[in-house]
């Protein structure tokens, strides 16, 4: 089992940067694929990025390709995503997620644990 708490969300002015940080607990965090995904009003969720255990291996959505960048620590039990030239249309809750079958899947229901959300506001 494995607990996340995501934070560094804020407003921040287009063309701005974030990190966010999401912290685990428990255990196996260091042997489950991580995701990044998030959700804005009105809207579906969307994939945005995941990273294998062992953070050899990353994959991002066409949306934020060039412009974040995912990352871990297995020893501090952290996964950070550095948003950089942000833009209104990134605005949204992100959560980070778990998956404890080591899958590198863009698909929410293939995690099986999942943050609180933290709120990530750019204006134009």
């Known amino acids: 089992q494995v607990q996340l708490v995501e934070s560094g969300g804020g407003l921040v002015q287009a063309g701005g940067s974030l990190r966010l940080s999401c912290a685990a607990s428990?255990?196996?965090?260091?042997?489950?694929?991580m995701g990044w995904f998030r959700q804005a009003p009105g809207k579906e969720g969307e994939f945005v990025a995941h990273i294998t255990w062992s953070g050899d291996i990353t994959y991002y959505a066409d949306s934020v390709k060039g412009r974040f960048t995912i990352s871990r620590d297995n020893a501090k039990k952290l996964m950070l995503l550095q948003m950089n030239s942000l833009k209104p249309e990134d605005t949204a809750v992100y959560y980070c997620a778990g998956d404890g079958a080591q899958r590198t899947s863009r698909w929410w229901y293939d995690y099986d644990y999942w943050g609180q959300g933290t709120q990530v506001t750019v204006s134009s």
């Open positions: 428990g255990r196996t965090f260091s042997s489950y694929t």
